[in-house]
Every structure is written in C-alpha cells, then in structure tokens.
C-alpha cells in the first residue's frame, strides 16, 4: 500500500494526504477542510459570512447525501474529540498537520441567530396590483342631476336659475375638507378617480383608501346602481391576488373596514334585503373576533386600542343593522339589537359602567313607532335618571311622550323653551312646526320652519325631512304652494350641493 492516498476533491480544490504506510485506503467520498481561518481575526464588516461558513453552505447538499452511507469500521478515519475547540483546531492547521473534518460533526458550535431572526411580527409582502389602477374599472358620472331637472322645468326666466356645477371639474391644490363640507360628491368622486388611475401599483394602501373616496361620493350622489358596479369591479381585482397569503394579508391588514361595509351594502342596492342583513352579521361576527384576538394576543396600551377600535366598529355595523331592520318594520328585533349598547362595561374607575343616553332615546322612539309606549316612557325615564344625558335631552323626550300621549300644548311648550335656549337645534324646530300642525296652528309652522331657513340655509336644505315637512305646509295653506315651493327650489339650488333627494321637494319632474 502506498504512503500515501489521494482524497475526494472538494468544491474548491484538491488536497493531498500523508498517511502512515500501515493506515487503511480512505474513502473517496470524506471531504476534507482545505483550510480553517483564524478565527481571532474579524471581517471587515460584521455582517458579512466568513469564508468558511460561505464553504459549509455550498457543502451542505453534497454533504447530505454523504450522511446517508456510513463507512465500515476498516475504513473509519480517527477523527478530533468532538470537545476539541476551534483554537485547537487552528493550532493543528498552523502545526502543518492536516485537519480532517466529519461532514456528520453535529456538536460543532453554531452561531446564534441575529436577533431580527426571533421577531414574530408578520412579514410584509411586496404586493403590485395593477389591476387596481386600471381605468376600465369606472364607469363615467352623468353630467346631470334631478335637481338641475326640477331647476328647468319650474324656474323661468332661466336667469332665475341658481348657476350649479354638474361638471365636477377640480383643480390642484383641493382641500378635501371644503368639498365635503359643501356637499361636491361629484367633484370627489372624479378627483379620486384621477388620483387612482395615477398610482403606483405597489401603493395599495393609498390605493384602496382613495377607492373608499371614490364609492363614497358616488353613493352620496345616490347612484346606486354605479357605485355596485365599480365595488364589484374593485373586489373581483382583490379576490383575485396570488398568491393566497397575498390576498389574505390585504383583507387582514390593508383593507379599509369601510370597504368592507360598502361591499356588504351592494346587496341592499341590488333589492336584497334578507341578504345585506347577513352579509352585516358576517361584519359584527368579524369585530367580535378581532376584538377577542388583540385581547388574547397583545399585551399593553396598543393591544387596548385595537380593541376599543374593533369594539367601536362592530356598534356601528350594529346601527346600521337596527336602521335596516327599522326600515324592513321590525321594531322588536331593532330594540333587542340595541338596547345591550346603552350600558357599556368598562374595566376602569371600579368597574362602573358607561351609559350612552342619546342610544337609549333613540331606542324609546323605535318603541314609540312600533305602538309600545310603556316600554319607551321606561327608556325615557331612565334617561331623565341618567347624570350624563344633556338637559335639552331629557326635555325633547318629555316633548316627544307629551305628543304620544295628545298633550300638544305642552309638548309646544317644552319645545319652545328648548329652541329659545338654542336657536340652531333644528331638531326642535322641526318638531315644534309638527306640534303647532297638530294644533292647527298652520301659519305659524311655516314660519317657525322659514325662520330657520333664513338664518341657516346651508345646514337646513340638506335636512329632507325639513324640506319635506315644509313643502307640505305650503300645499296645506293654499292652492299657491307651488309659488312657494318653487321658490324654495331655488334657494335649495343655491345651498345644497349634490346628491340632495328631490322627492322631498314634492315637485314632479314627468
């Protein structure tokens, strides 16, 4: 047998091995270290590998399949303790004796981790959706609206006609503040249109923020069967992400709640009441178990507020349910929703309890319309016990059971002391013009009703009940009410903005 025996070849280069004459023929398949670094020298910068861990990388598939064959016991290599150090392993290599490596040496020290490597927060993907941004996803808004209709077909000369902008043309820079303020849905609408269309695609979360803006206004504007179309449009896109974990980290994390809601509310466009009703249940099922993860998962004053935020949220979905089911003639089920709303748990301050007094009076009045006023003079009175609840809330109450009961003089009474006290609460001013009605008191309902609308034009004619109730007196006074309706036209024209519903005007356009 030779005095030596050439080894496998490493990945790197070939090494010879001085071996006694009595020493066996070693395998071809053990690979040896061509060299260990010394290891009290450091890398330029600390980040970066070593030359020897960069080595035991690129060995690590070939050596795994080495790991599987053991060698027989004649062709076994006396190998270092495993107990061995580095530094004696650097001491062998600097002695000129070679330094064979087990590829199986499984006690060697392994460096720990850096410590991003042991964050648990999710990872955030790079996302880039095109589709978003496309501009086939919108439809184009008309150029017209019902009361430019109404404008043509009663108001003569046309130079009576209030000038109004159903272009929707904007101009940078927009205060968007300004434009809701004044009701410009169309001029949003657009505005956000253009903004989406010139996004870039890995913008999402601005992205779908701006696509709430833009639904938003359209259904604002009342168009409804538009703003289903182009929500439907936007969530086929999002149903659409690939990868899958893609697409549930932008509906877990990026998706705007309201989006949500809006999405839901489709159905109720499309005449499906029973089904809008699940698909909101299917949004308060979400809060309650989001709510229920930030408690069981986060700790601190961070995991405090994603509670309250989802906790927040599922009482709104809740509104929206009892509005709907107050609409559909379910009194019964809209009070069952609300009434555990009007007292709140808190675990701070002792465990007290948080009263919402104006929930509670909205829950009397559901009673009132469903024919139970025993149970709303119940709801009332413990509103009128409640420290919380403002002096003006309890007397409208007491106003409100005044009517149920007849009592019209005092219910004129305490609504009279409550619009003295505040001249712009145009709630008790649309109340007390009811209660002179039923008194029959006609004139002065309709000028209790005009006084506010002079003194406050732009918050009134936004009010459609205030319109509507006002257009029925002046049918109810004389056979000139359409003068005077036609002149309220006008001054609606001038203040209102868009999306306003003209049926409350009592004016038809055929």
């Not at 970066?48 to 062709?75: C, F, T, W, Y």
């Not at 184009?140 to 272009?167: A, S």
């Not at 909101?280 to 309250?308: I, N």
Request: with cysteine; proline share 6%; glycine share 4%.
């Amino acid at each position: 047998m030779s005095s030596s025996q050439q080894v496998a070849r490493g990945p790197q280069s070939a090494q010879l091995l001085d071996l006694d004459s009595e020493a066996p023929l070693i395998d071809t398949t053990v690979y040896v270290e061509p060299e260990v670094p010394d290891p009290f020298l450091m890398d330029e910068e600390g980040d970066d590998m070593s030359d020897e861990e960069k080595r035991e990388d690129d060995h690590g598939i070939e050596n795994a399949s080495i790991s599987s064959s053991v060698l027989p016991a004649s062709q076994e290599i006396a190998l270092l303790s495993p107990s061995g150090t580095i530094a004696e392993m650097a001491s062998v290599a600097t002695s000129g004796a070679p330094l064979i490596i087990s590829p199986l040496n499984v006690d060697k020290d392994v460096p720990l981790p850096p410590v991003e490597d042991y964050m648990t927060e999710e990872e955030v993907p790079d996302l880039f959706l095109p589709g978003l941004i496309n501009s086939t996803m919108f439809l184009p808004i008309p150029n017209t609206d019902p009361l430019t209709t109404l404008l043509t077909k009663y108001i003569f000369p046309p130079e009576r006609r209030p000038v109004r902008d159903v272009g929707g043309e904007w101009k940078r820079p927009v205060d968007i503040h300004t434009l809701v303020t004044t009701n410009s849905w169309r001029t949003l609408a657009k505005m956000a249109r253009d903004r989406i269309v010139a996004s870039n695609p890995a913008d999402v979360e601005n992205i779908l923020g701006l696509w709430y803006l833009r639904l938003a206004s359209l259904a604002r504007l009342r168009l409804s069967n538009q703003t289903a179309a182009e929500c439907t449009n936007l969530f086929a896109v999002l149903n659409a992400i690939e990868p899958p974990d893609h697409r549930h980290y932008v509906f877990e994390k990026i998706l705007p709640f309201e989006l949500e809601v809006m999405h839901a509310r489709v159905k109720y466009w499309s005449g499906d009441h029973m089904g809008y009703l699940d698909a909101l249940s299917g949004l308060l099922k979400k809060c309650k178990r989001k709510a229920r993860e930030a408690k069981d998962t986060k700790e601190g004053d961070s995991a405090q507020d994603v509670r309250d935020m989802w906790k927040e949220r599922g009482s709104r979905v809740c509104l929206i349910l009892a509005s709907q089911l107050v609409e559909m003639k379910d009194f019964a089920a809209a009070t069952k929703l609300l009434e555990p709303l009007c007292t709140q748990p808190t675990y701070e301050d002792g465990g007290k309890s948080i009263t919402n007094p104006s929930l509670r009076s909205a829950v009397g009045r559901i009673y009132i319309q469903g024919g139970n006023v025993d149970l709303a003079r119940y709801h009332f009175s413990l509103v009128a016990q409640d420290p919380a609840a403002e002096e003006s809330l309890k007397r409208m109450n007491e106003a409100i059971l005044c009517a149920t009961d007849g009592q019209w003089s005092m219910g004129v009474a305490l609504l009279k002391k409550l619009v003295e006290n505040d001249s712009e609460n145009f709630v008790a001013i649309n109340n007390l013009s009811v209660a002179l009605l039923s008194q029959g008191q006609l004139k002065e309902a309709i000028d209790v009703l005009e006084k506010a609308l002079k003194s406050s034009p732009a918050t009134v004619v936004v009010a459609e009940p205030f319109l509507f109730n006002l257009s029925t007196l002046y049918e109810l006074r004389s056979a000139a009410g359409l003068e005077k309706k036609a002149n309220l036209l006008i001054e609606v024209a001038k203040w209102s903005g868009d999306g306003l519903k003209t049926s409350c005007l009592k004016m038809p356009t055929n």
